[in-house]
Each structure stands twice: as structure tokens, then as C-alpha cells.
């Protein structure tokens, strides 16, 4: 693997400001593990609960970068073939239906089967070839002059097999296929996966990745990140809305508002001119950030007491 340099980051603080540039709003251990990533080489494992902004980071990281982002989603029963690469399997039936009418003109004036066998053979490498072969999200990665941005997200989701496969993959970030052999990349993708912790993922993953976990910002970093997603809120209604949001998060619910939750109440109150919390508005909008009925029926009992605290 020959040692490419990938676009430069030449700080934290140019990391963070990358990323506010396209619209992620992030603190310092978030981008200190961005900018690490980039120059040790070594994968960021992600976890959190769900709508914190974990796979969010990965595009906003490829729109930084200037790189392609590639995304590989996880799920119980991905194996090599949808992950690495397969062949083409039409093109190859086309080209046996192809080979039956050519196969006798070539054969003319072969005397012996050893002649045959290597007359035939010129065929099947043509057919294990680079013509039919079908980069999977890992392969494409890897062969991306340039580099990319590789999103292997929802991890947990995967099988404890498909896990052990990938962290070979990441070790060398080669990958040998045997009609073909092996291919390297030049410029090693910087790779995010993300976990929703589903299932403990295996040490040795762990080890080789650099670890970071989002959970629930603060009222201050989630102002700043409505500010930036929703920039119609007004200052007040910006502020009682993340928090009421923060004062949610207290109380035990089957699922937390999150922040992709927040984002998406601040925008539905602009879309209804409200420009103060009141309870009416609270109780018509509770659906978009609670997700569970029993949820919004227990929220609507503390929906006063909540707005008395938060102005």
C-alpha cells in the first residue's frame, strides 16, 4: 500500500469549523476524534442512542473532506456478497449464451484435448474478470482513488461472523479475491461505524477502533444546532423550545426525544407561526417528538408543570 496522503486536517479547531460549515454542530471530543481518525488511520466507532446525529457526522465529514461518502447498512444476515463485492451473474449467463456460438469456430483445427482445454480456458478467464465484477459498498471503498468517507452503520445490527470479517478487511484495508488476487487501496478510506448498542459488540472491534460516544447535548450545544438546522426559530421560542426538550429527557419514557427529534419540532413550530410555547401547541405536537402513545398520554400530564419551568 503505497502512503498517500489524504486531504489535510490541519487541526481540531479546523475540524470543528469544517464541520459547522456543513451544518454539524459538534463539540471538541467529537472533532478531536475526527481529526485523530484521519491521521492514525484508524476507524471511529460511534455509539449512542438513536437520532443523536451519529451517521450525520459521517456525511458531514465526506462534505468537509471534499470525499464520497459510502454508505454500508447493516442487518441481521449481511454476508461478504452484499458487503465486498459479487459477480455479475445476467452478464455472465449472457456471455456463456455468447461463448456456445463461438466455441466451434474456435475448436476448428484443434487435434488433441489439452489444445481444447487451453482454447476453453482463454474463456473462463475472460469470465472471472474485472467486466463482470460488482463492487459492493467495502470493495468501492477501498478503490476510491482519492479516498472516501466509508459509513458502516447500524454495526450492532450485523452477526458476530460478518463483524470478525470486517475487522479483517479494516486491519490491512486490502481484500484478496481469487479469480482476480489482491487489491489495495491507495488511499485508505476514513471509515465511521456507528452502534445503536443493540448487542455488545465483539474487543477485539473495539480495539481496533477509536471509540466515541454521542449522547443528549446540552441546552447550549442543542440551541447551537437548532440555530444552524432550523434558522427560522426566534431567539426565545429557540430557547424554551430545546428547553422543554432537555427537561423531557428527565423523566422515564420508553424513548428520549432526540436531537434529530428536536430539529424536526423546532421546524414544524416555524411551519405553525408559533412564536411562544403555549400548552396548545405543546399537546398538538407532542406526536412528532414522542413516539410511543403511552408516552405522549403520560407527557400530557406534565406539559404545564414543564412550561412553568422552563420560562
Given at each position: 500500500m503505497t502512503d498517500?496522503?489524504?486531504?489535510?486536517?490541519?487541526?481540531?479547531?479546523?475540524?470543528?469549523?469544517?464541520?459547522?460549515?456543513?451544518?454539524?454542530?459538534?463539540?471538541?471530543?467529537?472533532?478531536?476524534?475526527?481529526y485523530?481518525?484521519?491521521?492514525?488511520?484508524?476507524?471511529v466507532l460511534v455509539e449512542g442512542p438513536a437520532g443523536v446525529g451519529k451517521t450525520e457526522l459521517a456525511r458531514a465529514t465526506a462534505q468537509y473532506l471534499g470525499l464520497p461518502l459510502i454508505r454500508m447498512q447493516c442487518y441481521e444476515g449481511l454476508d461478504e456478497s452484499k458487503a465486498l463485492y459479487e459477480w455479475k451473474y445476467g452478464k455472465q449467463?449472457?456471455?456463456?449464451?455468447?461463448?456456445?456460438?463461438?466455441?466451434?469456430?474456435?475448436?476448428?483445427?484443434?487435434?488433441?484435448?489439452?489444445?481444447?482445454?487451453?482454447?476453453?480456458?482463454?474463456?473462463?478467464?475472460?469470465?472471472?474478470?474485472?467486466?463482470?465484477?460488482?463492487?459492493r459498498p467495502l470493495l468501492a471503498a477501498l478503490r476510491q482513488e482519492h479516498g472516501a468517507v466509508l459509513l458502516v452503520d447500524e454495526i450492532d445490527?450485523?452477526?458476530?461472523?460478518?463483524?470478525?470479517?470486517?475487522?479483517?478487511?479494516?486491519?490491512?484495508?486490502?481484500?484478496?479475491i481469487p479469480e482476480i488476487g489482491t487489491i489495495s487501496t491507495t488511499v485508505p478510506p476514513l471509515v465511521v461505524l456507528t452502534s445503536n448498542d443493540s448487542r455488545?459488540?465483539?474487543?477485539?472491534?473495539?480495539?481496533?477502533?477509536?471509540?466515541?460516544?454521542?449522547?443528549?447535548?446540552?441546552?447550549?450545544?442543542?440551541?447551537?444546532?437548532i440555530d444552524?438546522?432550523?434558522?427560522?426559530?426566534?431567539?426565545?421560542?429557540?430557547?424554551?423550545?430545546?428547553?422543554?426538550?432537555?427537561?423531557?429527557?428527565?423523566?422515564?419514557?420508553?424513548?428520549?426525544?432526540?436531537?434529530?427529534?428536536?430539529?424536526?419540532w423546532a421546524r414544524a413550530l416555524v411551519l405553525l407561526h408559533v412564536t411562544e410555547l403555549d400548552g396548545d401547541a405543546i399537546r398538538d405536537t407532542l406526536n412528532i417528538l414522542l413516539k410511543y402513545e403511552s408516552d405522549i398520554e403520560s407527557m400530557k400530564r406534565h406539559v404545564s408543570s414543564i412550561l412553568t419551568a422552563v420560562n
Open positions: 498517500a496522503v489524504r486531504p489535510d486536517i490541519g487541526s481540531i479547531e479546523a475540524v470543528e469549523a469544517g464541520l459547522v460549515a456543513a451544518n454539524y454542530i459538534c463539540n471538541r471530543q467529537t472533532a478531536t476524534a475526527i485523530l481518525a484521519q491521521h492514525l488511520r484508524k476507524p449467463l449472457l456471455y456463456t449464451q455468447i461463448l456456445k456460438d463461438t466455441y466451434g469456430a474456435s475448436l476448428r483445427g484443434v487435434e488433441t484435448i489439452g489444445e481444447a482445454l487451453e482454447k476453453i480456458g482463454e474463456f473462463d478467464d475472460v469470465f472471472f474478470s474485472e467486466q463482470f465484477l460488482e463492487a445490527k450485523s452477526d458476530q461472523e460478518f463483524e470478525a470479517f470486517l475487522l479483517e478487511i479494516l486491519s490491512d484495508y486490502q481484500v484478496t455488545d459488540l465483539g474487543d477485539a472491534l473495539k480495539r481496533r477502533c477509536l471509540h466515541l460516544h454521542i449522547g443528549y447535548p446540552d441546552a447550549k450545544l442543542e440551541e447551537r444546532i444552524v438546522r432550523v434558522p427560522g426559530v426566534e431567539d426565545r421560542l429557540r430557547a424554551q423550545l430545546v428547553a422543554f426538550v432537555q427537561k423531557m429527557r428527565t423523566f422515564e419514557l420508553k424513548k428520549l426525544p432526540s436531537v434529530s427529534e428536536t430539529i424536526d
